[in-house]
């Protein structure tokens, strides 16, 4: 069985531009989350999806970032305009039910310079 | 405020000894605790959890995990360490009973291990 995927696995970009980070979640896993880890502090998270719907939106930092889940399947995160304090690895993670283990994909680290 | 505390940063043993991986929370009721581990090049692997019942948590790896009310801790433990065994260890707490598990971490401890 294929686990949590990320795409890039590095990004990076200059201050003003725009990334999309992309999540695979495992195949038939309602429960989509993301986190961020800025400059080695703690894992934080950001959002929570049960199939298409935001469950909890409560960790975006502000409207310079928009998650999506088209179709209750794979999920995309967009930062627009990139700051520098958008630096970090993004994790991704899913799980089957929301009081399972969430199993976390590689992350993304992004680099905004 | 909810929140976990990994006092130690970095960490360096050697090959055979015993481990030790400190973890505090800070939270309204006993939530449900977890250990990851990260791998370089690999997403975080949950290494064991504690919901209720035994105090004493076993897990993959070799590693065990004992929760303590009292001391509001989590410790991660292992009585020999391999070098495989390099890598970033964090501890999280999620909300215990109904509702989704909106995990909070600790800063993560890195492990060094000697040969």
């Known amino acids: 069985e294929a686990g949590v995927t990320q795409f890039p696995s590095h990004s990076v970009i200059e201050k003003g531009q725009t990334v999309t980070l992309r999540c695979d979640p495992i195949s038939g896993h309602d429960n989509l989350y993301w986190y961020r880890r800025v400059m080695g502090k703690e894992i934080k998270f950001l959002l929570h999806?049960?199939?298409?719907?935001?469950?909890?939106e409560s960790g975006m930092p502000n409207n310079r970032f928009l998650a999506e889940r088209t179709g209750g399947t794979y999920s995309t995160l967009k930062v627009q305009p990139a700051e520098l304090e958008d630096s970090g690895v993004y994790f991704c993670?899913?799980?089957?039910?929301?009081?399972?283990?969430?199993?976390f994909g590689p992350g993304t680290r992004l680099t905004v310079t | 405020a909810q929140s976990v505390t990994q006092p130690d940063i970095h960490i360096t043993v050697s090959e055979g000894a015993s481990l030790e991986l400190r973890c505090n929370y800070s939270y309204g009721a006993t939530p449900y605790l977890f250990w990851y581990v990260q791998s370089p090049g690999q997403g975080l692997q949950l290494l064991l959890k504690y919901f209720s019942g035994d105090t004493l948590v076993q897990g993959i790896k070799g590693f065990e995990a004992e929760f303590k009310r009292s001391q509001s801790s989590f410790n991660l433990r292992k009585p020999s360490v391999h070098w495989s065994d390099a890598a970033e260890y964090f501890c999280?707490?999620?909300?215990?009973?109904?509702?989704?598990?909106?995990?909070?971490f600790g800063a993560g401890t890195r492990l060094a291990v000697h040969p």
């Open positions: 999280a707490v999620g909300p215990q009973g109904g509702g989704y598990n909106k995990l909070i």
């Open positions: 993670a899913s799980s089957q039910d929301e009081r399972l283990e969430q199993y």
């Open positions: 999806f049960v199939k298409e719907s935001k469950q909890d």
